[in-house]
C-alpha cells in the first residue's frame, strides 16, 4: 500500500543521504504494504532518480539482496521496482513494530549504488488463533462466585490493531468473560457467575471467539470444556427419613428385616455411602446387625415380642469424605401367639367357710399371657360343676365368687380345675387344678334318729337298768358336730323327772333312777335335749314317753261282798226265782292292768253246787234251775277270783244266799246278822264315805288349783287323772293312762246299768280287735299312742264327765 506522504519524507531522506555519501548516490524508501501480488508496482524508481527509463535500462539496472529472497525486481522497459516474491510481513519481521527489506540498487556506467529500502505495512491478513483446537479445564464444583480461570490467548501475528483486539464467550448460565482480560491484552478470563453443580450438569461447552482490530475483522474461535470436578457437597440421601417395618416375632437369626438405601450425588469415594448404627439401645445390639456396604438390616438374636414390641434404630449412612445422614427404622414385632396363658391364683381363701352368703369372693385369679392383642384375650372357666363361678375383673382377673352357699356337710372339699385359652389361632392354653376346702361352721343342730321315742318298762324295775337310748346325729365337724345329751327339767308327779331317770351325756343311754310303780305312774313323758359343742351351740329336743308296763303285783280285790265272809252282806234269793235269773254279783277289781287285771271268777265250793253258778268273766251269780222248795234256804258259795297275769294271783270270798220271800222269813237272821259286825259295817261305810268326800273335796280343789295354773305344769299333773269317757271300756281293759280304782268301780257300775250280755259281747269282742298279741301282752299300736296324746288335750273336757260319773256313784 502506498502512502504519497510517507513517500515525500522518504525522498527528502533519501536527498539528504545522497548528499551525505560520495558513494551512495543516495538512498530510496519505498512503504509498500505487505502481501502484494507478484509483478505489482512497488515504486518507480527510475522516475525518483531522475532518469529516463532508456537511460535506466542501458545502465545495467541490477537489485541485489544479498543472499536473502530476492523480493523484488526491477522492469528495465519501465524503470519500476516490481514484486517478485510474496512479501509477509509476519514472515519477515514477525511482530517488530517495524519491518522493512534492503537491498542494493546498482547502476553501471557509472557505478552507482543506491540503498532501496522497502519499509512493509502490515495489512490484516492474519486471523486470530488459538494454539489449540480446544481448551480443557476443570473447575471444582465448590467454586464460589467470582472466580477466574483463565483460558488461553489467541494470537494473530498481524500488528497493532490487526491483532487480537477482543475476545467474546458463547452464551452460557455460569460464566462471563472477564471485561478487563482483553482490555490489558493478558488472558482472557472467565468468571464465575452462577456456581456451578456438577451433580447437574459436569461438562459446560463454551466457545470463546477472539476478534482482531482490523477492517475486516478477522476471528477465530476455540471450544472451551470445562470439566465440573466433584466436590464432596453431598451428603448421603436415604429414600425415606423414617422406614417402619413389620417383622415377626420368632424369625430365624439371618432373616433380613430390611434393606435402607442411601444415595449420594457425589462422585467416587464422596460419593461411596456405608451404613452403620448410629445409635443402638443395649437389647437391640444384639439383635440386630447392619451390612455396612448393602444396608442390609438382619436378625442377630431372638425376636421376642414379649419382651420389646417395637425397635427404633438409628442407622448413619456416610460417604468417603465423612459427610453422613441418618434415618430411622421402626420395627413392629408382630405378636405371634407363642405363649400359652398362665393361670395364676393370687389368692385363695382356703379353707372357706361354709356359710358365706352366695356371691361372696374367695378368690382371686389371675391369667397371665404375654401375647398381645387377641393372642392375649384371656377366656378362664372353671371345669366341673362346682357352686363357683369366675366373674371377670380388672384386665385378665377373675373373681372366684360362690354361687350358692357351700355346705360343708354335703361337700366338704373341691378339687377345682381352672382352663384359660387365649384368643390366637390356633388357642393354646392351660390349665390348674386347685384344691379348696371348706371349713365348718357349726350350722346343724344334732337330729334325732327319731320323732318320738317310746320306752315301756316293767314296773317294779332294778334301779339302774337302762330304759331306752336315744341317738342324735350332728352332722358338723369335730366339736361341732359332737352331741351332748341331757334331760331337760320338768316334773313327774311333783318330782323332778332326774330323780325317775337319767341320761348318759355321751351315750345317749336313759337309765331308770328308781323302780316305778306302774299302779302310782302309768307313763309320763319327758324331753331329752341334744346339743352340740359349738359355739353358739345348738341342740333339739326329742319327747320320750316312757310307759311303764304292768306286771302282775297286786292280788284281786273284791269289793262286793266284803272278802271277810261277813254275814251282813246276805243276798235275798226270791223263791220262785226261775232258771238263768241273777242273784248277786261278786265285785272285784286288779289294781293292776290289761291280762294282770283281767278276772276270772270261779266258784270253788258250793253247799249246793248244782244250784248256782258264776258268770266267768262278769261275776254274775245266777240260778242254774228253778228253786224248789226242797232247795235249802241257805246258801253258801265261795267264789275265787283271779287274775290272768303270770302268775296269777287270786283272792276268794264267801258269798251267803238266803232262799226267801221275806226277811221276817228267816229265823236265823238275826243269828246271822251280829250287832258287831253291822257297826262294823257301819263304821266302815262312814270311814268309806268320808274319805270318798275327803278325797272328792281334794279333787275339786285340785281341779281348782289346775284350772289356776294350767298353763305352768299342763300336763304331768294330770297325767294319771285322765279320763277314758267311753262307758263301753271293759273294766279291766289294760288303760295305761287313765282307769284308777275308783273308775273301775264307776264303770263296772256302769255294766250294771246298761247290761251285762251285751257288755261281755263288747269286752270279749274289743280284746280280740288285735290289742292282745299271742304272748298276752299288751302292745298299743301307734294310733292309740296318738289318741294319748288328743286325750291330754281333751283332758279339761272329760274331766267333767268323769267327775259326774263319780258324784253318782258316790249318790247311789
Ligand atoms: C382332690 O384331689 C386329691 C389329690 O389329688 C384327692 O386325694 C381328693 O380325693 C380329691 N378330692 C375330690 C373331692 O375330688
Ligand atoms: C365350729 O363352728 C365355728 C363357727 O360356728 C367355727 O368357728 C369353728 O371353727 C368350727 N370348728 C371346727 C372344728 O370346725
Ligand atoms: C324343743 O324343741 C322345740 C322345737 O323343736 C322348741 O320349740 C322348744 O322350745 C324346745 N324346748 C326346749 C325346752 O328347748
Redesign the pocket.
Known sequence: MERPTHRIKMKCFVFMAVLSFHLCLGDLRYSISEERRRGSTLGKIAQDLGMDTKTLSSRKPRVDFEGTKRYCDINHQTGELVVNERIDREALCGQKQSCAIHFDFFLENPLELHRVTLEIQDINDNAPKFKNEAIDIEIRESAIKGARFSLDEAYDPDLGTNSVHSYTLSNNEHFILSPKGADRGRLPEIVLENELDREKQDRLSLILTAYDGGSPQRTGSVVVNIRVLDANDNVPVFTQPVYEVSLHENVPVETVVFRVSASDADEGPNGEVTYEFSYLSIDSENLFTIDQKTGEIKVKGDIDFEESSSFELRIRAKDGAGQATSCTVLINVVDVNDNAPVIIIKSLNTPVRENLPSGSEIGIIYVQDKDSTSNGDIKCSIEQQVPLKLVPSVKNHFALVTTTELDRERQAEYNISLTATDGGAPPLFSSKTFHLSVADVNDNAPIFEKQLYSAHVAENNKPGSSVLSVTAKDTDWRQNGTVVYSL?SSDVNDAPVSSFLSINGDTGVIHSVRSFDYEQLKSFKL?V?ARDNGSPPLS??VTVSVFITDENDNAPQILYPSPDGNSFMTEMVPKAALAGSLVSKVIAVDADSGQNAWLTYHIIKASDPGLLTIGVHSGEIRTQRDLSESDSMKQNLIVSVRDNGQPSLSATCAMYLLVSDNLAEVPELKDMSHDESSTKLTFYLIIALVSVSTFFLTFIIIILAVRFCRRRKPRLLFDGAVAIPSAYLPPNYAEVEGAGTLRSTYNYDAYLTTGSRTSDFKFVRSYNEGTLTADLTLKKPQSAVDDLEGLDADMSDSLQPDLTGIRNHFMR
Open positions: 331337760l324331753l335335749l333339739s329336743n
